[in-house]
């Protein structure tokens, strides 16, 4: 049996432009041994659940900073149920107003990372969540 690594794709939904923080995340997963997939800038929900399900991640970390993640991060929740794959873990991160945590907490998004958030903490609620999988 071969242990993989955990599959994570990183994702900047709707026209938000500012991908360093997106960035930052994604290096420091790869850095920590995850398989990290990114799918650059302005991709609509549809385009993120598409790759989420085609790459068989086991999370999707979703990072806005334009004001829009009360409606796209539920969204790709949404979409993600319709296709069957709402297995498939949901965080996000960015400029998001704390009393707006809540909500997409409830909504599904499993936890929500703020600017200033360690990338240690990404990763081992990651490591917490997924675990690594056994594909073999």
């Given at each position: 049996?071969?242990?993989?690594?955990?599959?994570v794709?990183?994702?900047?939904?709707g026209?938000?432009g500012h991908?360093?923080?997106?960035?930052?995340?994604?290096r420091?997963?790869r850095?920590?041994?995850?398989e990290?997939i990114?799918?650059?800038?302005r991709?609509?929900?549809e385009q993120?659940?598409?790759?989420?399900v085609?790459e068989?991640?086991?999370?999707?970390?979703?990072?806005l900073?334009?004001g829009?993640h009360?409606?796209?991060?539920?969204?790709?929740?949404?979409?993600?149920?319709?296709?069957?794959?709402?297995g498939?873990?949901?965080?996000?991160g960015?400029?998001?107003?704390?009393d707006d945590i809540?909500?997409l907490?409830?909504?599904?998004?499993?936890e929500?990372?703020?600017p200033?958030?360690?990338t240690?903490e990404?990763?081992k609620?990651?490591?917490?969540?997924?675990g690594?999988?056994d594909?073999?």
């Amino acid at each position: 049996m071969s242990e993989k690594k955990i599959r994570v794709l990183i994702a900047k939904p709707g026209l938000d432009g500012h991908d360093r923080g997106a960035k930052v995340v994604a290096r420091a997963l790869r850095d920590a041994g995850f398989e990290v997939i990114y799918t650059g800038l302005r991709q609509t929900p549809e385009q993120i659940v598409e790759a989420a399900v085609s790459e068989d991640v086991d999370a999707v970390g979703l990072s806005l900073l334009s004001g829009a993640h009360n409606y796209l991060f539920p969204r790709v929740i949404e979409l993600l149920k319709e296709q069957e794959a709402d297995g498939i873990l949901v965080f996000g991160g960015g400029v998001i107003p704390e009393d707006d945590i809540p909500e997409l907490k409830k909504a599904g998004v499993s936890e929500v990372f703020t600017p200033g958030t360690p990338t240690a903490e990404t990763v081992k609620f990651l490591q917490d969540h997924c675990g690594a999988r056994d594909d073999g």
